[in-house]
């Protein structure tokens, strides 16, 4: 693939990101697609066979840059929780900015079923970075086998998941994400759990 196909091919996959978060997969076209991205229609076909494989590609593209945005915003905040939330709500905020809350539930099941190895790898991917956090956290006791780092990462994303599938505003997301954060963070506090023991 030559430079200017690749650039066309990338354009094709960044504009999609949007439309499918506007009308739903069942809705866009590939005249849609093809539009937004300022191309023919058959240009698009040049590049992709059908909107499923435009879906895979753009599932692939986010989430690789959700990867990337959730691990520079942990790495710079400080303090457990405002780690854990810089990480979580990054994914949480493409969902808000680009999805319509009609369409959240829907997408995310197409592409889970389009682009099943895709996702699940990007999961795993966001799930390790979380549980690093957890881990690094000098102010957490995580409960030894009852509650692993990798248990609690994977309760936090899947729980992070279940807010971004919501048809709540993204203030509302974002608000009950920060308070999923602060009670995970307290609970496992172990200045709390000090206190608790008699």
């Not at 069942?26 to 697609?33: A, G, S, V």
């Not at 023919?40 to 494989?53: D, E, I, L, T």
């Not at 780092?149 to 997301?173: C, F, K, W, Y």
Request: aromatic share 4%; proline share 3%.
């Amino acid at each position: 693939m030559t430079a200017r196909s690749a650039a066309t091919r990338e354009t094709i996959v960044r504009a999609a990101a949007p439309v499918f978060g506007r009308y739903g997969y069942r809705k866009t076209t590939m005249d849609l697609l093809a539009s937004a991205a300022g191309v023919s229609r058959p240009a698009v076909y040049q590049y992709f066979p059908n909107k499923a494989a435009v879906l895979r590609a753009v599932a692939d593209l986010i989430g690789d840059e959700v990867h990337t945005a959730a691990e520079t915003a942990a790495d710079a905040a400080t303090g457990t929780a405002e780690r854990l939330y810089a990480a979580l709500v990054a994914k949480l905020e493409f969902t808000a900015a680009t999805v319509e809350a009609d369409h959240r539930r829907e997408l995310l099941s197409e592409a889970s079923r389009i682009a099943a190895d895709a996702v699940a790898a990007s999961e795993a991917r966001y799930t390790a970075l979380v549980s690093r956090i957890l881990a690094e956290a000098p102010d957490l006791d995580l409960l030894g086998d009852a509650a692993t780092a990798e248990d609690t990462a994977e309760l936090l994303t899947d729980s992070m998941t279940g807010i971004a599938r919501s048809t709540a505003t993204a203030d509302q997301m974002r608000a009950r994400l920060r308070l999923l954060v602060d009670l995970a963070v307290r609970g496992l506090s172990t200045s709390d759990n000090e206190r608790s023991t008699p």
